[in-house]
């Protein structure tokens, strides 16, 4: 523990910044390892906005370009903290990426570090507590409606088997049946698992480079089976490396779903085809398919979780309404979008965008 000098004051009635003043060598060897364990990402700033230290995880906010801060919000309270040399706050609300309505809830703290012009910001992210409390809220209720279905049909199909005692056929009948909503409810509780881990989980926290043909090439091996037992083509065309920054499996999850969709709503003896392209820093997966289609009425609707454009045929294919609104919330947490083209009858394109990842510099220490 330090002492106060002979004849001065004690520690505690000196001034935080007086303390600091007498720790200034050592606080610049440590405060790279010490802004590293906090809880938050930070960035530390040279008088001309170069970034002299920043954490792993400050990319997955777009706050920088080629090693420097470029967010306007950002700079204004740069700007004051050095003007009035204490620390400032504020609360942004940022984009996810250039594409669908993601959005970051971030609390930031900037602190003038010297007398130089050097600030360090904090970057605390509050939008995972204020989305989950939200989505929690809204999931419940609807799972409860969507669980009595099935629940509701195997409890009358094993009434019927019991008043069925001695009639076989009948007892075979029910059984099938019984096995059939059984599966259905099954492929629901997988189904809200992956959704209530999309939805607990943030992708670009611990982003990685994801090969985006590589993952297409996994999600049609996975769908080979459905396709050739209903004589369906699954083509992929592709122009070259393309790379996003998050997921893999979760990308692997959204692409899985729609590829799905696209076999289990064509008629048998077509084709479902996959296209994979790079697009003005955005990439983009297409799937198209020669099914039944979706009405216009339906077409706002059809991401939102459990809406079915059509129930009866939803149970026939196994359908549980939740797949699009998957594909949805991958994208969108990626900083991307998902959007349909459809005519009834002509068939269906979904498209997923991404953004590329950008390349950030900066130095490895102050």
């Not at 903290?81 to 942004?92: D, G, H, M, P, Y």
């Not at 037992?229 to 959204?254: E, F, H, N, P």
Request: hydrophobic share 40%; charged share 25%; glycine share 6%.
């Amino acid at each position: 523990m330090r002492r106060a000098a002979k004849g001065s004051l004690p520690l505690a009635q000196i001034t935080v910044d007086q303390q600091i003043d007498t720790l200034q060598p050592e606080l610049a060897q440590s405060l790279p390892r010490l802004l590293a364990n906090v809880d938050a990402e930070s960035i530390v700033l040279s008088p001309s906005n170069a970034t002299l230290f920043m954490t792993p995880g400050i990319d997955t906010y777009n706050l920088l370009r080629d090693g420097r801060l470029v967010n306007e919000s950002l700079l204004v309270l740069v700007r004051a903290t050095r003007r009035f040399n204490k620390s400032q706050e504020a609360t942004l609300e940022l984009p996810r990426g250039p594409l669908g309505g993601g959005t970051h809830d971030l609390l930031v703290r900037t602190v003038p570090l010297d007398d130089d012009g050097k600030v360090a910001v904090l970057v605390f992210d509050d939008s995972e507590m204020r989305r989950l409390d939200s989505i929690r809220r809204d999931f419940v209720a609807n799972i409860s409606h969507e669980l009595k279905t099935p629940i509701g049909a195997l409890s009358i199909l094993s009434e019927a088997v019991l008043g069925a005692a001695d009639d076989p056929e009948a007892i075979a009948k029910f059984a099938t049946r019984m096995q059939t909503e059984a599966k259905r409810l099954s492929e629901l509780v997988q189904e809200i698992i992956n959704l209530s881990r999309l939805q607990d989980d943030d992708p670009l926290k611990h982003a990685q480079d994801i090969d985006v043909e590589d993952v297409l090439q996994e999600a049609i091996d996975l769908s080979q089976m459905r396709a050739e037992s209903r004589k369906i083509d699954v083509v992929l065309s592709s122009d070259g490396t393309c790379t996003i920054r998050g997921d893999r499996s979760q990308v692997l999850m959204a692409v899985s779903n729609l590829i799905e969709n696209a076999i289990n709503y064509s008629p048998e003896g077509t084709r479902v085809a996959i296209n994979l392209r790079s697009n003005n820093e955005l990439i983009e997966i297409s799937v198209t398919d020669q099914g039944i289609g979706i009405p216009e009425k339906d077409l706002e609707r059809i991401f939102e979780r459990f809406y079915r454009v059509d129930p009866a045929r939803s149970r026939l294919t196994g359908g549980t309404g939740l797949g699009l609104s998957i594909v949805k919330h991958v994208a969108t947490n990626h900083g991307g979008d998902v959007s349909v083209w459809s005519v009834a009858g002509a068939g269906s394109t979904f498209t997923l965008r991404f953004p590329q990842p950008t390349q950030l510099s900066a130095a490895e220490a102050i």
